[in-house]
């Protein structure tokens, strides 16, 4: 039986078990062969996963990446070449785009790279219609715009998140506080500092030593963790990415359906082919990827507030003054005696700050050297 077959048999399996007390510990093995037979479809030689095919291998420019995601014929390529210079081919069939096609977006000073991917399938995650290279972009990018036809309800947008997810994309949300460390010897010892109402050490136990062979390994959990996300802690490969939903054709809908989806959390409606709210695209975009741009000074001369620096401030890349050292020169930083910055990360208006200073949107920098 191959890889796919054994991962339909389990699916199938979870869907015929109802979800109770008496079952949560069958579930929980099955979400745990379920991620490693997953695992070996994505990358089955232990390579960097995603496959290689023409047009896809674009090299990284600019300030940011953003990947284009979304089912055919739903308005990437209008989008790309609306908000962009790039023309890419748009027509009213299905897979126009057949490459990856990039595209610079200039907002606030930033130049944000855009790359309108070919349409996805039903299956992508398997490998489907090119899937697996198009996915394999979307996790190299620092952001993903969905495309999604308004007119279809939430069908496209459920399907999509599902192909993804099978991959260890995670859609706008954090990694676990929590830590598995494997180790030689001493069995597993299970740690929490919270409440748990979703898994309790019998379950964790179960699924790292059928399903990862996992002995002896120290667990600390400091959150109200559920199984998925212990499995993802323990795969290790999983990509926390930011993403927008763009709910396009908004012109065929009632002003009270474009109202209500609107009002969705990360959502943003719009009409490439009309050119409505397209600078709202731009403003989530900017917003979701946490840009900051940070204006230099030399001593005794005005702020250069022609080129900023474009740093990212989110968890995980937090604009510091060490950043911006190593963003100008990799030797700046070994220099570095203090800097005097304006703006609204200080107290007061110059405040002398260190390496570890995290900066704001516009602040101004002057770097004093030893």
């Known amino acids: 039986m191959g890889v796919l077959e054994r991962i339909k048999e389990i699916e199938d399996e979870m869907a015929r078990t109802q979800k109770n007390k008496a079952t949560e510990y069958h579930l929980g093995l099955l979400k745990g062969k379920l991620a490693r037979l997953r695992q070996q479809l994505i990358d089955p030689e232990g390579g960097s996963g995603g496959g290689k095919g023409e047009g896809f291998e674009v090299a990284k420019s600019g ?23 790039t023309k890419s081919e748009a027509a009213s069939y299905e ?3 057949l490459t990856c096609i990039p595209g610079v977006i200039e907002h606030r000073g930033a130049r944000i790279q855009l ?39 939430d069908a496209q947008r459920e399907k999509l998140e599902r192909e993804l997810e099978a991959v260890g994309l995670r859609l706008n949300q954090r990694p676990a506080d929590a830590t598995v460390r494997p180790k030689a010897s001493g069995g597993i010892t299970f740690n929490a500092t ?25 667990i600390l959990l400091r959150e109200d963790v559920t199984i998925d996300q212990i499995i993802d802690i323990v795969e290790g490969n999983r990509k926390y990415i930011p993403c927008v939903y763009v709910y396009n054709k908004i012109d065929c809908l009632t002003i009270e359906d474009v109202d209500e989806l609107a009002r969705r959390p990360n959502s943003v409606v719009a009409s490439c082919h009309m050119g409505l709210n397209l600078d709202g695209i731009r ?16 001593r005794g001369e005005p702020p250069d507030f022609s080129e900023p ?6 968890s995980g890349y937090l604009a510091t003054v060490e ?48």
């Open 115 to 153: 790359l309108d991917l070919p349409g996805i399938i039903e299956g992508a995650s398997e490998g489907k219609g090119r899937g697996r290279q198009v996915i394999a972009v979307a996790r190299s990018s620092d952001m993903v715009v969905m495309m999604l036809d308004a007119s279809k309800g």
């Open 323 to 370: 950043s911006i050292c190593n963003e100008i020169h990799r030797s700046l930083k070994g220099q570095f005696r203090y800097a005097l910055v304006w703006g609204r990360s200080t107290k007061h208006n110059p405040q002398r700050v260190g390496l570890t200073h995290v900066l704001n949107d516009e602040d101004v920098i002057q770097i004093v050297k030893k």
């Open 283 to 298: 403003e989530a975009v900017w917003e979701k990827l946490a840009l900051v741009r940070v204006y230099t000074k030399k």
């Open 194 to 218: 919270v409440p748990l109402t979703h898994v309790d050490e019998k379950m964790v136990q179960n699924v790292l030593k059928q399903c990862y062979k996992m002995h002896n390994a120290d």
């Open 63 to 85: 300030d940011a990446r953003v990947a284009l995601i979304g089912f055919p014929s739903v308005g990437k390529s209008t989008l790309l070449s609306t908000m962009t210079e």
């Open 309 to 314: 620096v474009i740093l990212r401030n989110q």
């Open 95 to 97: 897979f126009t785009t």
